[in-house]
């Protein structure tokens, strides 16, 4: 095995510390993921379109400013680290067909998206684009046009979605992180089936130009890694605001990688009731462990929960079908069967139910607001099992028999819903078998909190992401 192969199954961070140590050049890594991809994704089907010759042109150009000792190429903080974006986001010159085949007919992006440019503009490489739901719209990345995406630890499981491929291509070494989208729990649900780590930054902080949206009054974007330092890395390098998004939040930069650790005197506590009654075993001892690591003395109730999920429900399909209704007047046969048929039901949502929803949604963030003033940190499972089956139809959760696809977003659904920061870190050992997620909460505006979370917890051994062992 190449050093460059050994090091892309390690924390990005890593790789680009020997690319700037001349150790390797950022094309032997380039190399090396292409190769990997090459390997495995013929099983795991985590991308939908390869960009190597950009790659290739990117890591030229990054080593022959090393070669000529550019300080500031050496001092790039994702230099030379491969990473690939869920196919919502524009990659110029290829047609970003979020899934569907509809979309396959638009011309290609004139331009990458917003957080593509400054990942770029941070030395990392872009490999491709990766597989998703259709429309974003689904909790598994069983996509009816591009095939199923599979578990990297187990192939013949779900890999969750709708961010699945860029999970999965995290999980299975391809490269070292990616990018997804998340409206109900999009990147949190493929975070913990595949075993990676995961981050949701705050509503309105990072800008969504350049990507194709699902819910826009519920959009987030963030990426996905195996370590929290990679994942705090990405962050910092796609701060900013961006006058073109309205919802993007003009705020200061406010770095996380120096605080990354810093744990002390947080005051954590455990989500309860519907977080510990709608999740299997397997779910509540991945909670408690993280618990335990974190010192968390008290449990925590949300009152209305249920609800919160119910508005996060109809808003979705509201919001959503008006975004696709005229395809769905001319075009029916041509979405996924069950993305149509939710867009359907959202055409015919009463206008006072959406409203309604929306004034819960307002009541549900003002009492979780008020409840983080006695505390710093939330805890709770990211989903409600590990990975089922590809093709699963129901799950039988808190003494009910739930269909599948939805149910496996429902304990993100509540959180998204009013935006709140979340980092999801793999546990194993709950599952005999599987890697499940638990979702660290915090206030707006505290990514500092969750990653620091993450990364103590990454270096007491309590979470861990290991890339699959497909060889």
Request: aromatic share 6%; proline share 7%; net charge neutral.
């Amino acid at each position: 095995m190449s050093r460059a192969a050994e090091l892309l199954r390690g924390p990005g961070h890593l790789l680009s510390a020997a690319v700037r140590a001349h150790e390797l050049s950022v094309t032997d890594v380039v190399h090396a993921a292409a190769e990997r991809i090459a390997a495995t994704d013929g099983r795991v089907n985590a991308f939908t379109q390869l960009t190597l010759q950009r790659a290739f042109g990117e890591a030229a150009a990054l080593d022959a400013r090393l070669a000529v000792g550019d300080t500031t190429a050496a001092a790039l903080p994702l230099l030379g680290v491969p990473y690939a974006v869920k196919n919502l986001f524009d990659i110029e010159g290829v047609t970003t067909v979020a899934g569907s085949k509809i979309e396959r007919g638009r011309p290609a992006a004139q331009r990458d998206a917003v957080l593509v440019q400054r990942l770029r503009a941070a030395g990392a490489v872009l490999l491709g684009a990766l597989n998703m739901d259709e429309y974003a719209y689904g909790f598994t990345t069983e996509n009816t046009h591009d095939g199923a995406c599979h578990n990297p630890h187990d192939l013949a499981r779900v890999a969750g979605g709708s961010s699945g491929g860029s999970a999965a291509a995290v999980a299975a070494g391809q490269v070292a992180m990616t990018l997804g989208s998340d409206t109900n729990g999009s990147i949190r649900v493929p975070s913990s089936l595949c075993g990676v780590f995961g981050l949701k930054p705050t509503f309105g902080r990072l800008p969504r130009r350049g990507s194709f949206p699902f819910v826009a009054n519920l959009d987030h974007l963030g990426p996905f890694a195996r370590s929290a330092r990679d994942l705090a890395l990405a962050y910092d390098a796609m701060q900013g605001a961006d006058a073109a998004d309205p919802a993007c939040v003009a705020r200061p930069f406010e770095p996380t990688v120096a605080r990354l650790g810093e744990v002390h005197g947080l005051r954590v506590g455990v989500l309860g009731g519907w977080f510990h009654d709608m999740a299997l075993p397997e779910a509540r001892a991945a909670v408690n462990a993280v618990a335990a690591a974190l010192g968390a003395t008290r449990t925590i109730e949300w009152p209305g929960v249920e609800r919160a999920r119910a508005a996060a429900f109809l808003i979705t399909q509201a919001e959503s079908s008006a975004l696709h209704l005229a395809n769905l007047k001319i075009r029916p046969d041509d979405f996924e069967p069950l993305s149509r048929d939710r867009f359907l039901a959202g055409a015919l949502l009463p206008a006072v139910w959406v409203s309604q929803a929306q004034r819960v949604r307002r009541w549900f963030a003002r009492q979780v607001a008020a409840g983080f003033a006695d505390v710093d940190l939330l805890i709770a499972p990211a989903t409600p099992c590990a990975a089922p089956p590809i093709g699963t139809g129901w799950l039988d959760i808190g003494g009910l028999r739930l269909p599948a696809r939805p149910s496996l977003g429902l304990l993100a659904q509540p959180v998204s819903c009013i935006g709140l920061p979340v980092c999801t870190v793999p546990v194993w050992g709950a599952h005999p078998a599987l890697p499940i997620g638990v979702q660290l909460i915090a206030a707006p505006w505290r990514e500092d909190r969750v990653l620091a979370a993450a990364a103590a917890l990454e270096a007491g051994g309590i979470v861990r992401a290991p890339v699959a062992a497909l060889d």
